[in-house]
C-alpha cells in the first residue's frame, strides 16, 4: 500500500506521518483487504487544521474522509474515525449484499467543462448563450450497479454521482435529494 502523506503550507514531522500510517493501516487492514494507495492532506482554515483522507480500494471505489480541530493530532483522529464509519459501511454492505466484485470498476472517460459568464444576462433566455468555457478536463465515469454507486456517493460524501449502468450499458445519475434520502435518474426506464 503506498501513502502520500503531505501538508498544505504547513510542516509534516515524521512521528506524525508514522501515527498516520499505523492508525490507516490499521483500518484498511480490519475492512479493505487490497487497497491501493491513501492520499492524506493536512492544511490551515483559519484558526483551524484540516485533514483530508482518500484511499483508493482495489475494487475501483474511493473512500473519502475530512476532519477539523485546533490540534493535528485530533484533526487526524477526526478523520479516522470518519473513515472507519465509512469503511465499516462498506464492509457490512458488501457482506449483507453478498455482491463480491471480481474485477476492478471500468471507468469510461468525459469531457467536464467549466462555464462562466461573459457579462451579467439581461433575460433568463440568453443565460446560457452568454457563457464561456473557461475549463475543460476530462473525467471519469466508473461502469457500476447501482448499490456500488450509491456506496460510492455515500463513501466520497458527494451530492451526486453519473456513472454507467452495468445492468443497461445507460448512463444514470444517483443524488443526494434535499429531504435527505438518494434519488436515481435511470433515462432508459423512462421508455
Known amino acids: 500500500m503506498r501513502y502520500q502523506i503531505s501538508g498544505r503550507q504547513i510542516d509534516i514531522g515524521e512521528a506524525l506521518q508514522t501515527h498516520v500510517k499505523a492508525e490507516l493501516g490499521e483500518i484498511i487492514e480490519k475492512y479493505a483487504q487490497r487497497p491501493t494507495d491513501a492520499s492524506i492532506v493536512f492544511s490551515k482554515a483559519g484558526y483551524e487544521l484540516v485533514c483530508e483522507a482518500t ?112 445492468g443497461h450499458g445507460g448512463v444514470n445519475v444517483v443524488y443526494v435529494r434535499d429531504d435527505g434520502n438518494i434519488g436515481w435518474i435511470d433515462p432508459t426506464n423512462g421508455k
Do not use: W
Request: charged share 25%.
Open 55 to 166: 484511499i483508493h480500494l482495489s475494487t475501483g471505489l474511493t473512500a473519502q474522509a475530512k476532519g477539523h480541530a485546533t490540534e493535528i493530532y485530533a484533526a487526524f483522529e477526526s478523520c479516522r474515525e470518519k473513515m472507519d464509519k465509512q469503511m465499516r459501511r462498506y464492509k457490512r454492505r458488501l457482506r449483507n449484499h453478498h455482491t463480491a466484485r471480481t474485477a476492478p470498476v471500468e471507468y469510461d472517460t468525459g469531457a467536464s467543462y467549466i462555464l462562466a459568464p461573459t457579462e451579467e444576462p439581461e433575460d433568463a433566455d440568453t443565460a446560457v448563450a452568454d457563457h464561456v468555457i473557461i475549463a475543460e478536463m476530462e473525467t471519469k465515469i466508473g461502469s457500476l450497479t447501482v448499490g456500488e454507486a450509491v456506496m460510492q456517493l455515500e463513501l466520497g460524501g458527494q451530492k451526486f454521482l453519473v456513472f454507467r449502468n452495468v
